[in-house]
C-alpha cells in the first residue's frame, strides 16, 4: 500500500451522511491523512459508530453526530456544537443524499420535497451553518460537495435526482466565487456509478450488466475511489482548485 503523509493532521472535517457508502469511505481517507473527523448521520448510529471505528483504526480522530440535513434548524444548531466542541471546522463535505426514482408523468410531490430537501437544500443548510466557520479555518478551508454524473447527464427514472445533483453544481461554482478571496476552495466531485447501498437498492442485474457497457474502465467503481478524489481536493495541493467538477466515473462521461 502506498504510503499516506498526514497532510491534514490538525484539521477538523464535517462529513455529512459518512455512516454508510462514500461517506464513510471519505471519513476513513480524511482519516487515514490526520484529520478530525465528524462523522454525521441520519438514523444509523450503529453504522456512524463503526465508522469511528475505522477512522480510529486509519490514524484519525473520530466524533460521531446525528443529525437530518433536511432540518435547517437541527443543522444549525449541530455545526454550531461541532465548531465550540472541536475548536472550529476546517473541512466541509456534503455526501449525504438519497434517491428517490420514479418516471416524469408519475413522479409525485412526496419525492420531489423528500430528494430536493436532502440532495441540495441539505446541502445548502451545511454550507450556510459551516461558512463562517470555514472562513475562520486555521490554513485555508476546503468545501467538497458530492454531485454524481446523473445531474450531468440526466437518467431516466431519475427526474429530482438529477435536478438536485446540478443544482449541486450550481452551488459549488457560486459558493467557490463567493469565498475565493479568503483562500476558500469548493469544488464537487461527480461520481459514476459506486457500489453501495443506494445502487444495490436502485440498480437491477440487467441494468448493472448494460451499464459496464458504458464504462470504459470496465468496473463499478469503489468507495474509495471517490474518497481518494476528496481527500486530494481538502489537502493543501489541491489549493489552487476551485469551482471545478472533479469526475471519478470510469470514463462514463467524458
Ligand atoms: N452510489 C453511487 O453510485 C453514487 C453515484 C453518484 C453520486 N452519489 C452520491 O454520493 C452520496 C453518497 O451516496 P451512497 O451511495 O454512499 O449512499 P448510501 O449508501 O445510501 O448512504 C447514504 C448516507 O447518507 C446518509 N443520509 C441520508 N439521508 C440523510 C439526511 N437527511 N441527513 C443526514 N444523513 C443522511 C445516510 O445515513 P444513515 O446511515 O443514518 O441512513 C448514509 O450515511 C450521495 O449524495 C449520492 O447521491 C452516489
Given at each position: 500500500?502506498?504510503?499516506?503523509?498526514?497532510?491534514?493532521?490538525?484539521?477538523?472535517?464535517?462529513?455529512?451522511?459518512?455512516s454508510r457508502g462514500i461517506g464513510r469511505g471519505i471519513a476513513?481517507?480524511?482519516?487515514?491523512?490526520?484529520?478530525?473527523?465528524?462523522?454525521?448521520?441520519?438514523?444509523?448510529?450503529?453504522?456512524?459508530?463503526?465508522?469511528?471505528?475505522?477512522?480510529?483504526?486509519?490514524?484519525?480522530?473520530?466524533?460521531?453526530?446525528?443529525?437530518?440535513?433536511?432540518?435547517?434548524?437541527?443543522?444549525?444548531?449541530?455545526?454550531?456544537?461541532?465548531?465550540?466542541?472541536?475548536?472550529?471546522?476546517?473541512?466541509?463535505?456534503?455526501?449525504?443524499?438519497?434517491?428517490?426514482?420514479?418516471?416524469?408523468?408519475?413522479?409525485?410531490?412526496?419525492?420531489w420535497a423528500k430528494t430536493m430537501n436532502t440532495n441540495l437544500?441539505?446541502?445548502?443548510?451545511?454550507?450556510?451553518?459551516?461558512?463562517?466557520?470555514?472562513?475562520?479555518?486555521?490554513?485555508?478551508?476546503?468545501?467538497?460537495?458530492?454531485?454524481?454524473?446523473?445531474?450531468?447527464?440526466?437518467?431516466?427514472?431519475?427526474?429530482?435526482?438529477?435536478?438536485?445533483k446540478a443544482g449541486l453544481i450550481g452551488m459549488t461554482m457560486?459558493?467557490?466565487?463567493?469565498?475565493?478571496?479568503?483562500?476558500?476552495?469548493?469544488?464537487?466531485?461527480?461520481?459514476?456509478?459506486?457500489?453501495?447501498?443506494?445502487?444495490?437498492?436502485?440498480?437491477?442485474?440487467?441494468?448493472?450488466?448494460?451499464?459496464?457497457?458504458?464504462?470504459?474502465?470496465?468496473?463499478?467503481?469503489?468507495?474509495?475511489?471517490?474518497?481518494?478524489?476528496?481527500?486530494?481536493?481538502?489537502?493543501?495541493?489541491?489549493?489552487?482548485?476551485?469551482?471545478?467538477?472533479?469526475?471519478?466515473?470510469?470514463?462514463?462521461?467524458?
Amino acid at each position: 500500500m502506498a504510503i499516506i503523509d498526514k497532510a491534514l493532521a490538525g484539521r477538523v472535517a464535517l462529513v455529512t451522511g459518512a455512516s454508510r457508502g462514500i461517506g464513510r469511505g471519505i471519513a476513513v481517507a480524511l482519516g487515514r491523512r490526520g484529520a478530525k473527523v465528524i462523522i454525521n448521520y441520519a438514523s444509523r448510529e450503529d453504522a456512524a459508530r463503526e465508522c469511528a471505528a475505522e477512522v480510529e483504526a486509519a490514524g484519525g480522530q473520530a466524533a460521531i453526530a446525528g443529525f437530518d440535513v433536511a432540518n435547517s434548524a437541527a443543522v444549525t444548531e449541530a455545526i454550531k456544537a461541532i465548531g465550540k466542541d472541536h475548536g472550529g471546522l476546517d473541512i466541509l463535505v456534503n455526501n449525504a443524499g438519497v434517491a428517490v426514482n420514479g418516471m416524469l408523468m408519475r413522479f409525485t410531490d412526496e419525492a420531489w420535497a423528500k430528494t430536493m430537501n436532502t440532495n441540495l437544500a441539505g446541502a445548502f443548510h451545511c454550507l450556510r451553518a459551516a461558512s463562517m466557520l470555514i472562513l475562520k479555518a486555521k490554513d485555508a478551508g476546503r468545501i467538497i460537495n458530492i454531485t454524481s454524473v446523473v445531474g450531468e447527464q440526466g437518467n431516466g427514472g431519475q427526474l429530482a435526482y438529477s435536478a438536485s445533483k446540478a443544482g449541486l453544481i450550481g452551488m459549488t461554482m457560486t459558493t467557490a466565487r463567493e469565498l475565493a478571496s479568503r483562500g476558500v476552495t469548493c469544488n464537487a466531485v461527480s461520481p459514476g456509478f459506486i457500489e453501495t447501498d443506494m445502487t444495490a437498492e436502485h440498480l437491477p442485474e440487467a441494468a448493472r450488466a448494460k451499464l459496464m457497457e458504458q464504462i470504459p474502465l470496465g468496473r463499478i467503481g469503489r468507495s474509495e475511489d471517490v474518497a481518494n478524489a476528496v481527500a486530494f481536493l481538502a489537502g493543501p495541493e489541491a489549493s489552487y482548485i476551485t469551482g471545478q467538477v472533479l469526475r471519478v466515473n470510469g470514463g462514463m462521461l467524458m
